[in-house]
């Protein structure tokens, strides 16, 4: 159990940090706390008290850092108009769906709770703003993509320690949850290492993974063979964490990327492999039961480990609202409050963004937040194009692989809570300020970078160090 002077002394060491970092460069340090977001998360049960309010090192990175960050990029914004000849495209969608979420929030039956949501739907936005201005060259994508993958390490000896007996989350001061009453995987030991719950443990890794089938296949990557150590991490935290989403998940950026780059050599053994493992053992097998029951019968006679009872409901609820709160929403968490989803005076989730959104955001917000994934795989889609099409660097392309294949996960997880998951999000959105520029621009700065260094060779006087 952690003494209050202990939680103070952690809180103030981050702070330093975090303010010494920003002071130096804001970017880099947006940079920082996304590569090693995985170590900051294993603090969250470090907080203090100021004033009443509830302080610690997530609330500052994904509160108040985004918040003044904000103003930042409005002032790079300003300043930088001229220096990209094409546009975010997508930006006033974001803007768009922000004012919605901010209206959501402020109509809200439970605002504390909202704030939360709030910020965890808004601050992703800041940090492709940041990703947009931070890649100005294709290295700075392989530097953030090392340093995200090898500080999986540190969670991943929290997942060992806790194998093995030696460590339980009940040591930090925090009664672990690792049963519940209903579904097959719930049954089961879920382990989540340093974190509260095995998803937080598991959500990286749709980053990661990525990553390093990225290095893997890198021909120039030093050493790249010891990424495979880090593919089996994977595995053993999918296995370990017992929840069917993750393990789809896993099997979805595994197609993905082995069909992006036309392995279908590996891809046909993949699925002849998975497939089987997936379809025929007691672990999944209920998923695909309850599905085609949901299919058949409707969502009141599956279970989808309790989920399909709370849709159930909530969808019922919804269909007795006027036209106004259908298309407007009801605010954030309304839907907890109308269904009653609330467990020790606090609002439940419905761990469906599709349906909260539609409840809680109205069709309005849902038909914005749709629009703003399909246009994410448009403007990927062209730069893929632009890939084929363009005699570019193979390495370059790959990393556009990357982002797509993360993107396919992304989209999967809307059907469950990937928008609130800020492991995910927030990379996500981060390397979409890298994937959602156009190759030719990250070729012409290798181009002007390397006339720079060969007149730099013929002049040494020319350079700046």
């Not at 007795?320 to 109308?338: E, M, P, T, V, Y």
């Amino acid at each position: 159990m952690l003494t209050p002077e202990v939680k103070l002394i952690i809180v103030i060491i981050g702070v330093a940090l975090i303010v010494y970092t920003f002071v130096l460069s804001p970017l880099r340090l947006v940079m920082y706390v996304v590569a090693f977001q995985k170590i900051i998360d294993i603090f969250w049960f470090v907080d203090i008290y100021v004033g009443g309010v509830k302080l610690n090192i997530q609330r500052i990175v994904y509160t108040l850092l985004p918040a003044i960050l904000a103003l930042v990029l409005l002032a790079l914004s300003y300043g930088r108009v001229r220096k990209y000849p094409f546009s975010t495209k997508i930006a006033p969608l974001m803007v768009f769906f922000a004012v919605i979420v901010t209206i959501g929030f402020l109509r809200s039956p439970f605002p504390e709770s909202a704030s939360v949501l709030f910020a965890k739907l808004i601050a992703p936005f800041v940090m492709f703003g940041a990703g947009w201005y931070y890649f100005d060259t294709a290295e700075k994508f392989d530097h953030f993509g090392r340093l995200y993958v090898w500080s999986y390490i540190v969670p991943f000896i929290g997942l060992l320690l806790q194998l093995t007996g030696i460590f339980q989350l009940a040591d930090i001061g925090v009664a672990q949850m690792t049963y519940a009453d209903v579904g097959l995987e719930e049954k089961a030991f879920r382990y989540a290492g340093f974190y509260a719950d095995s998803g937080t443990m598991a959500m990286p890794l749709y980053v990661l993974v990525p990553l390093c089938y990225y290095f893997l296949s890198k021909s120039d990557e030093p050493n790249r063979q010891r990424y495979w150590l880090f593919i089996l991490m994977a595995v053993v935290v999918a296995a370990a964490s017992f929840v069917r989403g993750v393990v789809l998940g896993a099997g979805i950026v595994t197609v993905v990327w082995l069909w992006l780059n036309r392995r279908w050599g590996l891809l046909g053994l993949f699925l002849a492999v998975a497939l089987p493992l997936f379809f025929f053992t007691d672990f999944s097998r209920k998923f695909f039961s309850d599905i085609f029951v949901i299919l058949e019968r409707g969502l009141w006679a599956a279970s989808l480990s309790g989920r399909t009872g709370i849709w159930y409901r909530l969808l019922d609820s919804f269909e007795n609202q006027s036209f106004a709160d259908k298309f407007f929403g009801g605010g954030i968490l309304r839907h907890s409050l109308d269904i009653n989803l609330i467990y020790d005076g606090k609002p439940g989730s419905a761990h469906a963004d599709v349906l909260e959104f539609m409840y809680d955001l109205g069709y309005l917000g849902l038909g914005v937040y749709l629009i703003l994934i399909l246009s994410l795989w448009i403007l990927i889609l062209k730069n893929l194009q632009r890939c084929a099409t363009g005699k570019y660097d193979k390495n370059l392309v790959m990393k556009y692989f990357v982002w797509v294949t993360i993107l396919a996960f992304y989209t999967y997880g809307i059907f469950g809570w990937s928008s609130r998951w800020t492991a995910l999000t927030f990379p996500f959105w981060f390397l979409a300020g890298f994937a959602l520029k156009p190759p030719a621009y990250y070729a012409a700065q290798a181009k002007a970078a390397q006339e720079q260094a060969m007149y730099i060779e013929l002049n040494p006087r020319l350079s700046p160090y």
